[in-house]
């Protein structure tokens, strides 16, 4: 069974608190029916961010030696914030002085002009923020931004790695987005088994025993 860390628990709490994470039937762009869901953009008052940005921090301070990398990238809209007060809370908490930047959705073209704000990621060494990698698409298109700027994307920190197999019934979505950024430098805040552990820990049965069956049907073979 899973254990949680602190940040862990706290970040769970949390989503539920504001219905951020739910459970229930809920049918995702793949078409498969979900027994929980998570709405990120719900993420959005001051102590939830910076619940979250201490669990984003942690998790790269785990993942990564301090000195490894330059920059954090919050890919729009709902990266924004995520890279910000990841990077406020690595300096806090950890002495890490990292910069960040972000993407607009639309080049602008007038005042300072172009795509990418904050700090320059030109010839810089950066780390994605994402939320839910589903079949990967949005960070397939954040790397994109980030290489085309210059940059070099040495890992990606998701919210929520929901353990899937893809639409073959094969594949990860992780496991493609590392045979671009690196073995074992995609990671994430919490997974399947973390959520299923803290179900456990609450005693929630019928939850808990949906979130099971949905992971017998759909979980990647481990």
């Known amino acids: ?29 793949s078409g498969r029916n979900s027994p929980y869901f998570i709405n990120a953009g719900l993420l959005s008052s001051g102590p939830i961010l910076a619940t979250l940005s201490t669990a984003y921090a942690a998790t790269i301070v785990e993942t990564f030696e301090k000195g490894s990398f330059d920059i954090l990238f919050g890919p729009a809209y709902k990266g924004i914030p995520f890279a910000a007060t990841t990077a406020l809370a690595l300096h806090t908490q950890h002495g890490f002085d990292i910069g960040f930047a972000y993407d607009r959705k639309e080049i602008k073209d007038h005042g300072e002009g172009g795509k990418v704000v904050g700090v320059p990621v030109k010839g810089k060494r950066v780390v994605i923020l994402d939320d839910v990698m589903t079949s990967g698409k949005a960070v397939r298109e954040a790397i994109d931004t980030v290489e085309q700027q210059g940059g070099q994307v040495v890992g990606v920190i998701q919210l929520l790695d929901r353990e899937e197999v893809g639409q073959d019934g094969i594949s990860s979505t992780v496991k493609e987005v590392e045979g671009i950024v690196g073995t074992g430098q995609v990671k994430s805040i919490l997974k399947l088994r973390d959520i299923i552990a803290w179900l456990e820990e609450k005693g929630m049965v019928d939850e808990l025993e949906k979130m099971k069956e949905y992971r017998t049907k759909y979980g990647l073979r481990v």
């Open 1 to 29: 069974m899973s254990t949680l860390a602190s940040y862990q628990a706290a970040l769970i709490d949390a989503s539920m608190s504001v219905g951020a994470l739910k459970f229930g039937s809920f049918t995702l762009k």
